[in-house]
């Protein structure tokens, strides 16, 4: 049986809760599909948003009984089914599993018992992460048996808070681009243009999300993988301070340190959905659990007057389009009418220039391929020398300033390219540029182990959208977050793209 009849075979089970065939069914297991299917329909009916609604919203229709959870699970899988065949986002499927669960979950609903809160709610995760009973392959076909046996940090976490997982999503191989394809499960879109990539490498997550295929979703981020995918498919996405989120279960075998720069954190259609995700799934990990508590400050402002805010529109390093660049101006000029105190020349002490080189060399140490980009440890501990002298100047510059606005990319979601990485090129403001140079964006966040929050500000001109990133103080994740959810309701926050509709 092929790759595609059997995954068909199973989701066609799956629809069935389990058995092979509705006939094969008891009579009490096949009324409750029916009424799950009714009542999933009935109520995308009442609500033609449904899919596009936050994760907390989702929760809360669970919780209040409007809606179960066996019927957004099958609704969810019934939006799989219908969608995902042009986008190709959620690769690996899980959907009897994940009824099984949603039954549970509203067994111990009707028992007045809650999960947590997240109780009851489908979601996906990126591939790279371990769950248990499915491959782990980071794109690459020799893991394709690389089955895991027990769940990643992150997906315990979230089970312990009442979700469960109807599959996982795409990744380029090894997640080493801003493409998400790869020989084992092909290539993901972009659900406003297909023609286009949704990013990487948390792209299959980001497409889900804004197509509305699961209520909430996570990745990684050494490279801008959290954060590229959410600006070009215009959902929202954060990148944590380094190890506040445990990385255990996210690895290929044998890894068992954390690595440098890498982080995991969580990718939603809302910034409150990342607010309550970071609840979840921060704090100590297993080596360090016994030892500390984490502690995350609140964020420094109730309202976007009170903040001070640094703008960074452009830079030579690494031109973004002139619509981008007027994008973090035209945040600016929201954040001036709404009494905050803005500057679009205040920077770190130090030069761009020299934070990326920094990035690149301790980036290239931790995921190169070339024999050049191997370094000793005497030569790493010069370079982290060099980055924690970068860190204290972050933090002198996040004493004066509470927030940095940002391109994360250089332009919007660009056409698919398979061809070799050091031969790709973009096309900024009319001219050709080296495709890697953007992610100069992402690195200065990523070196210095700050948090960063790309948040939707609209679509371009050409109908694609535009996020920008929030960057902040070490520990400062509640703020960047915050200022996020704040500014959608200046901006609009999420848009669900055309033709994924009920």
């Known amino acids: 049986m092929s790759e595609v009849s059997r995954r068909s075979f199973i989701t066609h089970t799956a629809l069935l809760g389990g058995g092979l065939a509705a006939g094969f069914m008891a009579p009490g297991a096949q009324a409750a599909v029916t009424q799950a299917a009714a009542g999933a329909a009935a109520a995308a009916k009442a609500d033609p948003l449904l899919a596009f609604r936050s994760g907390l919203e989702l929760a809360e229709l669970i919780r209040s009984k409007a809606l179960s959870s066996a019927e957004l699970t099958r609704y969810f899988i019934a939006r799989i089914e219908r969608f995902d065949g042009r986008l190709n986002a959620i690769v690996v499927r899980t959907f009897e599993a994940a009824l099984e669960s949603a039954r549970a979950a509203d067994a111990a609903l009707a028992k007045g018992q809650m999960l947590g809160a997240l109780h009851g709610l489908p979601m996906t995760i990126k591939e790279s992460f371990n769950l248990k009973g499915t491959a782990t392959t980071w794109g690459l076909p020799d893991l394709a048996n690389n089955i895991a046996t027990t769940d990643s940090a992150m997906v315990t976490r979230y089970r312990k808070a009442g979700a469960h997982f109807m599959g996982k999503t795409n990744v380029p191989l090894m997640l080493g681009d801003f493409q998400s394809y790869n020989d084992v499960y092909g ?256 690195g200065h966040a990523t070196l210095s182990y700050l948090p960063s929050t790309v948040f939707p500000t609209g679509l371009s001109s050409g109908g694609l959208p535009l996020g920008l990133q929030a960057i902040g103080p070490e520990f400062g994740d509640r703020t960047t977050i915050e200022f996020a959810r704040l500014m959608a309701d200046e901006l609009g926050g999420f848009v669900p793209p055309p033709g994924y509709g009920d």
Not at 224 to 235: D, E, K, L, W
Not at 252 to 259: D, H, I, Q
Not at 321 to 329: K, T, Y
Request: negative net charge; charged residues 15%; proline residues 9%.
């Open 187 to 442: 290539t993901t879109s972009n659900p406003w243009n297909t023609e286009r990539t949704p990013g990487g490498s948390s792209g299959g997550s980001a497409a889900a999300l804004a197509a509305g295929l699961t209520g909430l979703d996570s990745g990684s981020d050494i490279g801008g993988s959290i954060r590229n995918p959410a600006h070009y498919c215009g959902v929202y996405g954060h990148k944590p301070t380094w190890g506040v989120v445990p990385p255990q279960g996210h690895s290929t075998p044998g890894v068992l340190s954390t690595p440098d720069l890498a982080v995991m954190g969580p990718m939603a259609r809302s910034a409150a959905d990342l607010a309550a995700a970071m609840d979840i799934v921060a704090g100590p990990d297993v080596m360090n659990a016994s030892g500390w508590r984490l502690d995350l400050p609140p964020p420094r402002m109730k309202s976007l007057g009170e903040l001070r805010v640094a703008l960074w529109s452009d830079h030579a390093i690494a031109p973004v389009d002139r619509e981008i660049a007027d994008r973090v101006q035209q945040v600016g000029e929201v954040l001036t009418r709404r009494g905050a105190r803005v500057s679009d020349s205040a920077r770190p002490e130090f030069a761009g220039g020299q934070s990326h080189e920094l990035y690149l060399k301790l980036l290239l140490a931790v995921i190169g391929q070339a024999p050049g980009d191997n370094i000793d440890h005497q030569q790493w501990m010069g370079l982290d020398n060099a980055r924690t002298g970068l860190r204290l100047g972050w933090q002198a510059f996040f004493r004066d300033w509470d927030i940095l606005v940002c391109p994360i990319m250089s332009t919007t979601a660009p056409p698919h390219d398979h061809s070799p990485q050091a031969a790709r090129m973009i096309e900024v403001n009319g001219e050709p540029v080296p495709y890697m140079n953007q992610v100069f964006w992402a």
